[in-house]
């Protein structure tokens, strides 16, 4: 495994990453207080509050979401494209980002800049990630959901381990400036988590707004949004017409994990979490 990615202080990236980069990223680059961030283990519903986020700067007029892909309007900033451009950009910025927290920009931790952390129950996203790397070039591909149950378990997957990262940000978690969000509750009740994203952002949204922002952030909307669904990057980093959403449910895990797997993620995941308090994973 460790020959397919590049690893960086144990954690494992993508192979056209350097170790400087990223170690120059946490050490130099300034997350300013005007800042908004997404950081998410991948695969936990960034694409989906990416979109929110855009829909409610821009009070739910979707044009800017359709016209400009999401990496020019919140750029991973461990990308060298998201970094070089994020460097360049004047005024509040849109960042995302999939670092755990000891790689993560270390100005973010003195400035007032918000961040948006969110988790999601990690059997889906083991079997999104599952479906979803199979049909990535660039990534080493599993042979099978079994193989890729034991690389997940293990964090032998690009930007290592779900239980690491999770305790990483977690910490955070009593920061004014954090809000802890679950994909889960953001199935559930989408208006309320959108409009408990405005209160922590301080925003407010006329009803209108509001409805708009739902319409344009659905499953079904962001099927149909080329900006969205990656399928114009032909041959650069999916495959054409890659679906970057596949299902879009809680719970599909079940669908596909045997139950021997599932008693032995169950065991795993007490044995690794017992330390937080189990009201912050919705879905146990
Ligand atoms: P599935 O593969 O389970 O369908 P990320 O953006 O972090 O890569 O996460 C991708 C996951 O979020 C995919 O999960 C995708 O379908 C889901 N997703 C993206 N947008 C969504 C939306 N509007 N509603 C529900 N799920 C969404």
């Not at 990057?233 to 021997?260: C, M, Q, Y």
């Amino acid at each position: 495994m460790s020959d397919d990615y590049l690893w960086v202080e144990g954690v494992p990236f993508f192979k056209n990453f350097s170790p400087e980069t990223v170690r120059q990223l946490r050490d130099d680059f300034v997350i300013k207080a005007e800042d908004v961030v997404t950081v998410t283990y991948l695969k936990s519903g960034t694409n989906w509050m990416v979109k929110i986020l855009c829909l409610i700067r821009s009070k739910g007029d979707p044009k800017w979401i359709q016209s400009v892909p999401i990496w020019e309007r919140s750029p991973w900033v461990e990308t060298e494209f998201g970094y070089q451009l994020l460097s360049e950009k004047e005024g509040p910025r849109l960042i995302s980002s999939h670092l755990p927290i000891q790689l993560f920009p270390k100005s973010a931790f003195s400035s007032k800049a918000k961040v948006i952390y969110i988790i999601r129950n990690p059997r889906d996203v083991l079997v999104s990630g599952y479906f979803f790397w199979s049909l990535v070039s660039s990534c080493k591909k599993p042979k099978s959901l079994e193989e890729y149950f034991e690389w997940f378990c293990r964090g032998n997957v690009l930007y290592g381990s779900w239980f690491d990262h999770i305790h990483g940000w977690m910490s955070m978690r009593d920061r004014e400036s954090v809000l802890i969000l679950s994909y889960e509750e953001l199935k559930k009740d989408t208006r309320k988590t959108v409009e408990k994203v405005c209160q922590f952002l301080g925003k407010t949204l006329e009803p209108e707004e509001l409805k708009l922002i739902l319409k344009n952030s659905s499953f079904q909307a962001m099927k149909e949004n080329k900006m969205s669904n990656y399928s114009f990057v032909d041959g650069i980093f999916l495959r054409k017409e890659l679906p970057l959403l596949r299902k879009g449910i809680s719970g599909d895990w079940k669908n596909h994990l045997t139950v021997a797997q599932a008693e032995a993620f169950d065991k795993l995941f007490q044995e690794k979490m017992a330390d937080l308090p189990r009201e912050l994973f919705p879905w146990e």
